[in-house]
């Protein structure tokens, strides 16, 4: 598929992309869809509960439903709120989230743009989301929201720095910025992924990660308890839809990256597992990945605003740096 | 709606209130209601009994009891004066010539006639009686007590003893009374029921014990009629006594409420009187001293040395309450006194564990419920304030607690607490017109 | 430096943390709190004022409706005042009927409070945990008086209803199981270094503004202050059994969080005990005048409730409605202290604060 993006620019091409466009984007919808669904049942067997099991069959059309209801709901944007930025808002937040896929590889051979620059791009990218929440917060002319907005902002900006260095780590070792370049270079035994190398740099990603993605422990900017619902609380139907759509779109991207970058992407722990084929492997580290950040929060408490800043800014940060330094130190001594 | 309140606002007042200058009859009948109840408490007159009625009438709060003369005609008035005429009555306890100039039916008039001498005669004599006759408020006496027992059956026993005591005496008196100029004495007693007659139509579920009372009396007044053999005015008595009962039954409506508040005012009467009996019966031993009587003495002799002499106004102990101490303290005095109970290592009241306002009609109060956390020893404060321009000061800066209760208080029952650092309403809107815990209180929709 | 300017939030009456429709205006600088204000009242139905229309036995389902997280100790105060007054006696059954109800009452209530107090520190699962295990005390009242929140169980005199064929033995099976619950609830939460980092010297007070405060229950007992009414003015039958009353040191959330799982298992102890001497079949209502007429006079009485001391202050004239019924409400006077705590604290901590004081705003209000 890469490789028709090297070709000239035809209206068949053209029409081929938007195709693959759309096929991403349902594949998307309908990961987000089963991933509220799974998510819900998750945390219900976790609370003693049954979760979703009432519309079709296991409950499996709940977030249908859900997601049918949100979209049919009436549009109601507040008579004082900043009208124009507070619809462009949702759209802009979803934008980033939906472009950062393009540069995700699901194997060797799956992928859908092969950038040299891919982690970059990925970070710049997701970064624009930040501006959305706060357009978001402030247009709805909501002081909840706008609290919530500022959370948001300062968190991500906070945590956007640990999370580009934690990997600048692995980025050294593979000496590519490319994410497929990264996912092939990790060896066929599961000590040879970049998890365990890398260790400081995975556990500070993983930290960081989750508080992009906004979700608990680090769910300050739409803490329900304290700020109602953060920057959306002004926002309901397809709008509001979109928010959450793009925070599982997030999740989407976030685990899949995290599989790519440090987890092996589609390699088999073992060779003698390669018979399987590497999607299935990618798949089963991203569904663990995506059960472990449902399972944090159904497990941890919210963390307070200041703790937040302080182990953004105290903790990750020079975690990162020395882990930085120490793989250049490795670098120097046992690689040349 | 207004039948009620005038009923409500005469009852309370009755066994405490009873200040002689009371204008509403209501109210004056009560207080000779409160003299009854101690004359029955008496019937020997027995010059010990009072006394040890009296920490009892302390406890009801009551400050002070009535003159006997002056209130027992106004109670006769409006006992037992269908007819409302009660000034008239109560005006003529010596005269009963003046009938001829009331301008009332002449049913009335005749009761008057009647009531000139016989109701007018009554409290004179029961006025005279305790000194003179001590027969003569017994014969009045049985009225109540005849529906104590329906009342209150606990008593009953006591009750029925104390009965049949007066009725032993007033045969006797009956007896000795023969021919004397007092003899009119016995006819109150054959007018009374006549009132007490048409209260049943008035509220049906007395009958029992207005009869029953009726009949007493109707049997009493037959004995001393006997007696009496050809006094002559013994038959002017009995038409008198048929023709009030029929004006009464003809009474009109707005009269109904007052003859309700009459003989409520007689059930209250009876309540008190079975409950001073009740001490009365009891052996007249010295109450024994409360166990927090050491506690009490000790406050209050802190309170009047460190603070002012005249810094308590009273000071007593709750037995009710498990023999809580308590101080009614003077409003000016109230936070030196407060600052002294919490600090003082004596003391120590340093935790308030309730502050409380009350609307007692008369005037209103602020009660604070105080504990020592260290020897867990309590005390109540008390201060009373009137209901016109309400006002106590503010204790929190000694008790914080105080801080949104005052407000609290000052919201519902509009007492000011000069010094209080942000007194607003609290529960209700800041526009809300009234206090709504007052006894006065109207609220907007009347229906809700 | 950049100047800002003060932001005024409303937090309330319709917030998802304040319990109720509680209402805090706050002023904050960025997300600190520079003062806050209370506004209550939006839940005040006049209790007292309705009581003195009423008999005492009416006014009982009133008090069910104030404190609705506890309210066997609610209707138990009332009861307890009046035949303190009229010196009534309690069947012994009747009495132990009502301390029972009264512990499985409070752990009832401090479940709730330590699954809401999680949810507002934005832990999800311990709220679920924590109503999982209530219900089985819901369950056991349902049975008892088939109502699940507001009982009506009380009497004046003894209680309405007898425990039902079996029903003692399940609160005998619930102890045991309770107790596994409580060290399931520790190993899960107390422990977590998020959940300490967020209470651990938070909403902190010294012993003597607590006593100023007339702060009482766990708000009290955090600082060190060893009050516990059942202890130091003991009423029912609480001098009959052994139990600890559980202190902080600091008087901080952490502490106050500490206590009042500590008092669960206290409870749980009391109910031990109680079972053990539970009297054999008898009567659960004494013997009471038809009409309830308490003499005239006046009396305050105060019990320790889950969340410290309720009153009730009876004004009788010896009719069969109160003159005037004032009701001394825990969560109202605790409540008092918030504006005090919050200064200087961030938003999130007003919720860890709030939280930490356990108000019902049934209670608060009236």
Redesign the interface.
């Known amino acids: 598929m890469g490789a028709w993006l090297d070709e000239t620019l035809t209206w068949g091409h053209a029409l081929l992309f938007f195709l693959w466009g759309v096929i991403l984007l349902m594949i998307v919808l309908g990961f987000v869809t089963y991933a509220i669904f799974f998510e819900r049942k998750v945390i219900g067997w976790m609370q003693y509960r049954i979760g979703p099991n009432r519309v079709g069959p296991w409950g499996l059309l709940q977030s249908v439903a859900d997601i049918t209801k949100l979209l049919i709901k009436e549009d109601t944007i507040p008579r004082k709120a900043d009208r124009a930025l507070f619809i462009l808002a949702p759209a802009l937040a979803y934008i980033p989230a939906f472009a950062v896929l393009a540069v995700i590889p699901y194997t060797n051979k799956l992928y859908f743009a092969d950038i040299n620059v891919g982690l970059l791009y990925y970070v710049a990218l997701s970064g624009i989301s930040t501006i959305a929440i706060i357009l978001g917060g402030w247009s709805s002319n909501n002081k909840y929201a706008l609290l919530g907005g500022m959370r948001s902002a300062a968190q991500m900006i906070s945590y956007e720095v640990p999370l580009v260095i934690s990997v600048v780590g692995v980025v050294m070792l593979s000496g590519t910025l490319n994410l497929r370049g990264i996912g092939e270079q990790q060896g066929d035994w599961f000590w040879e992924w970049n998890f365990l190398p890398q260790i400081l740099g995975f556990v500070v990603f993983i930290i960081a990660a989750v508080s992009e993605l906004n979700r608990t422990p680090f769910d300050l900017p739409e803490a329900e308890s304290e700020l109602v619902a953060g920057y959306h609380v002004e926002y309901s139907g397809f709008r509001f839809a979109f928010f959450m759509l793009t925070e599982y779109v997030y999740v989407y991207a976030i685990a899949a990256l995290t599989t790519v970058l440090f987890l092996g992407g589609w390699h088999a722990p073992f060779p003698f597992l390669d018979w399987v084929p590497g999607i299935i492997w990618f798949l089963l580290k991203f569904t663990s990945i995506v059960f472990f950040l449902f399972w944090i929060r159904a497990t941890l408490p919210r963390i307070r605003i200041d703790q937040l800043m302080g182990l953004g800014w105290k903790v990750l940060l020079p975690v990162a740096i020395l882990n930085v330094f120490l793989t250049a130190v490795y670098m120097e001594l046992f690689i040349k | 709606m207004s039948d009620e309140k005038e009923k409500d606002s005469g009852r309370p007042n009755g066994p405490e209130a009873s200040e002689p200058e009371t204008p509403s009859s209501e109210a004056a009948a009560d207080g000779a209601a409160g003299m009854t109840a101690k004359e029955g408490a008496n019937p020997s007159a027995d010059p010990v009994s009072p006394p040890a009625a009296e920490p009892r009438a302390t406890v009801s709060g009551t400050p002070s009891v009535p003159e006997a003369g002056a209130d027992s005609n106004a109670s006769t008035a409006a006992d037992s004066s269908s007819s409302e005429s009660p000034a008239a009555v109560a005006g003529t306890p010596g005269g009963p010539a003046s009938e001829a100039g009331i301008p009332d039916a002449p049913a009335a008039g005749t009761d008057d006639a009647d009531g000139g001498t016989s109701s007018a005669a009554e409290p004179a004599l029961s006025g005279k009686a305790s000194a003179a006759d001590a027969g003569t408020p017994s014969a009045e006496a049985p009225a109540p007590s005849g529906e104590a027992p329906a009342a209150d059956p606990e008593r009953e026993a006591k009750l029925k003893a104390a009965a049949e005591a007066r009725a032993a005496r007033a045969a006797a008196k009956a007896a000795a009374e023969g021919s004397a100029p007092t003899a009119d004495g016995g006819t109150p007693s054959a007018a009374a029921p006549a009132p007490s007659g048409d209260a049943p139509a008035v509220d049906p579920e007395r009958e029992a014990k207005l009869k029953a009372a009726a009949e007493a009396r109707a049997a009493r007044a037959a004995a001393k009629a006997a007696a009496e053999g050809g006094a002559p005015a013994a038959d002017a008595r009995t038409p008198a006594a048929s023709a009030s009962s029929g004006d009464a039954t003809a009474v009109d409506p707005e009269k109904e409420a007052k003859l309700k508040a009459a003989a409520e005012a007689r059930a209250a009467r009876a309540a008190a009187k079975a409950a001073a009996e009740g001490e009365a019966a009891a052996p007249p031993e010295p109450k024994p001293p409360s166990p927090m009587q050491p506690q009490l003495d000790l406050a209050v002799e802190l309170v009047r040395t460190l603070t002012a002499e005249d810094a308590i106004e009273e000071a007593y102990i709750n037995e009710l309450d498990g023999h809580r101490p308590t101080l009614i303290l003077r409003g000016e005095r109230l936070l030196a006194a407060a600052e002294l109970l919490k600090s003082h290592p004596k003391l120590r009241m340093d935790y308030m564990r309730n502050l409380s306002g009350v609307d007692y009609e008369t005037h209103l109060e602020v009660v604070y419920h105080l504990v020592s956390l260290q020897s867990g020893r309590e005390i109540a404060v008390k201060v009373k304030t009137d209901r016109e321009a309400p006002s106590v000061p503010s204790v929190v800066s000694v008790w914080e607690t105080a801080n949104w209760n005052e407000r609290e208080i000052y919201d519902l029952l509009g007492i000011d607490f000069p010094g209080h650092p942000d007194l607003r309403r609290i529960m209700m809107p800041d526009n809300w017109v009234g206090y709504p815990l007052r006894k006065d209180y109207e609220p907007l929709d009347s229906e809700v | 430096m950049i100047r800002t300017e003060e ?1 005024l ?2 937090v309330g009456p319709q ?3 304040t319990h109720g429709v509680f209402r805090i205006i706050v002023k ?1 600088d960025g ?1 600190v709190i520079t003062e806050a204000t209370p506004v ?2 939006y839940l ?1 139905r ?1 209790t ?2 309705l009581a003195e229309d009423l008999n005492y036995t009416q006014i009982i389902p009133y008090t069910d409706r104030m404190d609705y997280v506890s309210a066997m100790t609610t209707n138990y105060v009332l009861c307890h005042a009046v035949e ?2 009229m010196g009534l006696e309690v069947p012994e059954r009747a009495e132990f009927m009502r301390l029972i109800v009264m512990e499985l009452q409070r752990i009832a209530s401090h479940l709730v409070w330590w699954g809401t107090y ?8 311990p709220f ?2 924590a109503f ?1 295990d209530r219900e089985i005390i819901i369950n056991l009242f349902n049975e008892l008086c088939g109502a699940r929140l507001t009982y009506n169980y009380m009497r004046v005199g003894g209680v309405k209803w007898d425990a039902p064929p079996g029903w003692i033995e399940q609160v005998r099976d619930f102890i045991p199981y309770m107790e596994s619950k409580l060290d399931e609830y520790h190993n899960l939460v107390s422990g ?1 270094e ?2 300490l ?2 209470i651990r010297g938070v909403g902190r007070y010294d012993a003597a503004t607590a ?4 702060l009482s229950g766990a708000n009290l007992r955090s600082t060190g ?1 060893n ?1 516990d009414l059942r202890k ?2 003991p009423y029912s039958l609480y001098d009959r059994f052994e139990f600890d009353v559980p202190l902080g040191s600091v008087g901080d959330c952490y502490d106050r969080y500490n206590i009042r799982l500590e008092e669960i298992r206290q409870s749980l102890r009391i109910l031990k005990q109680a079972l053990e001497q539970f009297p054999g079949p008898g009567d659960v209502m004494g013997k009471v005048p038809r009409v309830i007429r308490p ?6 009485v ?1 019990i320790e409730s889950p969340r410290g ?1 309720i ?1 009730c ?1 009876i ?1 009788s ?2 009719k069969a409605e109160p ?2 019924l ?1 009701f ?1 409400r825990p969560s ?2 605790n ?3 918030l504006p005090k705590l919050l200064v200087g604290e ?6 860890t604060i709030l939280g930490g004081i356990d108000i019902v705003v049934g209670e608060v ?2």
């Open positions: 932001l939030l409303n917030h998802p943390s904050l997300e209550m009242g005040h006049g007292e004022k303190k007054m999680l949810l507002d520190i934005g832990a999800m699962s679920l945990f999982r977590n998020i959940f980092a967020r006593v100023n405060f007339g202050v009050w130091n003015k003499p005239a006079g006046e009396l305050y105060g001391e009153g202050h004004v004239k010896g003159y005037r004032k001394r109202f006077v409540l008092q202290i961030t938003m999130t901590n007003l919720i209000d009236c």
